[in-house]
């Protein structure tokens, strides 16, 4: 399987959604750019994916995942006028089992989507929009243990 480039919401520029960008005070002063870059240009070699995806599959045994493992059903009334692009948590765990992620920049767009489809459909307050933000959250959590396992300190 060839791996695919997925547009990202930055119109393919390889940037980390806004909401990740605060992972780098995360590592050391000597390694804190060089080394995050370098990873998140780098294609996704077998072993990488395979250590998202067991990141990502934690994330989906929270019971309050349930709503991220498949598409928004088409009879949520205006969701599919409202958002653009849809994704979740079981299409990306397949397009990244597939290989079709050619870099951690493109799995993180896609992620970084799905969090941000959430908060435009659902209001601050309610229980979907909380929900979006435990998980992204817990999702930030696993994204900084991956990267400090996987990142080269200088």
């Given at each position: 399987?060839?791996?695919?480039n997925y547009p990202?919401?930055?119109?393919?520029?390889?940037?980390?959604?806004?909401?990740?960008?605060?992972?780098?005070?995360?590592?050391?002063?000597?390694?804190?750019?060089?080394?995050?870059?370098?990873?998140?240009?780098?294609?996704l070699?077998?072993?990488?994916?395979?250590?998202?995806?067991?990141?990502?599959?934690e994330?989906?045994?929270i019971?309050n995942?349930?709503?991220?493992?498949?598409?928004?059903?088409?009879?949520?009334?205006?969701?599919?006028?409202?958002?653009?692009?849809?994704?979740d948590?079981?299409t990306?765990?397949?397009?990244?089992?597939k290989?079709?992620?050619?870099?951690?920049?493109?799995?993180?767009?896609?992620?970084?989507?799905?969090?941000?489809?959430?908060?435009e459909?659902?209001?601050?307050?309610?229980?979907?929009?909380?929900?979006?933000?435990?998980?992204?959250?817990?999702?930030?959590?696993?994204?900084?243990?991956?990267?400090?396992?996987?990142?080269?300190?200088?």
């Amino acid at each position: 399987t060839q791996a695919q480039n997925y547009p990202t919401p930055e119109k393919n520029q390889l940037t980390l959604p806004s909401m990740y960008q605060n992972l780098f005070q995360y590592f050391c002063p000597s390694c804190r750019r060089q080394g995050f870059e370098d990873l998140y240009r780098q294609p996704l070699d077998t072993a990488r994916a395979h250590s998202l995806l067991a990141a990502l599959q934690e994330l989906c045994k929270i019971e309050n995942a349930q709503p991220f493992l498949k598409p928004v059903p088409k009879y949520v009334a205006g969701y599919y006028e409202t958002i653009e692009r849809p994704i979740d948590l079981g299409t990306i765990c397949k397009r990244l089992r597939k290989g079709q992620y050619a870099d951690f920049a493109s799995l993180a767009a896609d992620v970084g989507l799905m969090f941000d489809n959430c908060r435009e459909f659902n209001p601050p307050g309610t229980e979907m929009a909380d929900i979006c933000e435990e998980l992204d959250a817990l999702f930030k959590k696993r994204l900084h243990g991956w990267m400090q396992q996987h990142v080269v300190h200088r």
